[in-house]
């Protein structure tokens, strides 16, 4: 087999943000599920059109999104010159 760049692959392609996900034991508690059910539903072996799946879909969202306000936040506060 020749060598062609075209073929090469590369383990580093991160296709993720930076920012990780809220682990799925905090989004059980909020939502009062068990923490099988948010890993199921995120996966996608779970139907996602029930009262259930749309509370824990919901908390799931507002906590990433507030999670990731708060890492803007504080880079923002890290970088300041005038500390």
Known sequence: MD???????????????????IPARVIAQISNVSESY???LRVGNREDNSETAKRV???????AD?????VNEVKSLINKEDI
């Open 57 to 63: 879909k919901q908390a799931d969202t507002l906590m």
């Open 66 to 70: 507030g999670f990731e306000y708060l």
């Open 38 to 40: 948010v890993k199921k």
């Open 3 to 21: 060598y062609s760049p075209a073929n090469k692959t590369t383990c580093n392609n991160f296709s993720h943000p930076a920012i990780m996900p």
